[in-house]
């Protein structure tokens, strides 16, 4: 069992539909995060929640929305998404303290494709 | 701001022959710097950090990294490459303006290893 899982791992859905990412960790951490990778782009950080607290928004469209109901589950909503969305979304765990240096631990991706 | 840079898109080099993928970074302060591969269709794995005390670090998979302060480098090495290093590599840093581990990430090296 890895550390950090993800659900579904493909999703094909239309532009008025509803769907959800869901990430699970066995880790004990207590930060988690919501990352974007696109072709040919830098990763970019979307949500990041710390103590089940939501923490940052790097000005990410409405059309989605996170939900982190305890510290070791993290959920992304999405709704009437758009083409340029289709992307690999990461989720990330770490111990979110601020003196410590630890390394992020990364599920496999929801590979997302927007028709 | 934190920032990294990787300056080659791709890197070839023969199995056998020894590798370097190369990062640069701007941060202020003490830099916390970070390693990680991507393998196809999978998350990032964690390879090494660099914190404090020694240059080179040695990491997962015979991979090391050196620091170097005055070149504000921190480029990834490993004496012998195997086919089945071919991946995509990134290279971060953390943000230490954050209480979390909100680390910002370069656009990836792709590295591929030829029999």
């Known amino acids: 069992e890895t550390g950090v899982t993800q659900t579904p791992r493909h999703l094909v859905m239309g532009m008025t539909n509803k769907k959800s990412l869901k990430c699970e960790q066995h880790?004990?951490?207590?930060?988690m995060y919501w990352y974007k990778q696109s072709a040919k782009k830098p990763l970019e950080l979307m949500f990041v929640?710390?103590?089940?607290?939501?923490?940052e928004n790097n000005s990410v469209p409405s059309r989605f929305s996170p939900e982190c109901p305890n510290s070791s589950h993290l959920f992304l909503h999405l709704h009437t998404l758009q083409p340029e969305d289709s992307a690999l979304y990461l989720c990330?765990?770490?111990?979110?303290?601020?003196?410590?240096?630890?390394?992020?631990?990364f599920g496999e991706g929801s590979r997302l494709t927007v028709l | 701001a934190q920032s990294v840079a990787q300056p080659e898109d791709q890197v070839n080099v023969a199995e056998g022959n020894p590798l370097t993928v190369k990062c640069t970074y701007s941060?202020?302060?003490?830099?916390?710097l970070f390693w990680y591969v991507q393998y196809p269709n999978r998350g990032l794995q964690f390879l090494l950090k660099?914190?404090?005390?020694?240059?080179l670090v040695k990491g997962s998979y015979g991979f090391e990294a050196e620091f170097n302060k005055s070149q504000t480098s921190f480029h990834l090495k490993k004496p012998s490459a195997l086919v089945s290093d071919s991946a995509l590599y990134f290279c971060?840093?953390?943000?230490?303006?954050?209480?979390?581990?909100?680390?910002?990430f370069g656009t990836g090296t792709r590295l591929l290893v030829s029999p």
């Open positions: 880790l004990g951490h207590n930060a």
């Open positions: 660099y914190i404090t005390g020694d240059n």
């Open positions: 929640y710390s103590l089940e607290e939501r923490v």
């Open positions: 990330a765990s770490s111990h979110g303290t601020s003196g410590s240096a630890g390394e992020l631990f």
């Open positions: 971060a840093v953390r943000d230490l303006n954050t209480g979390f581990q909100k680390l910002v």
């Open positions: 941060v202020s302060g003490n830099p916390y």
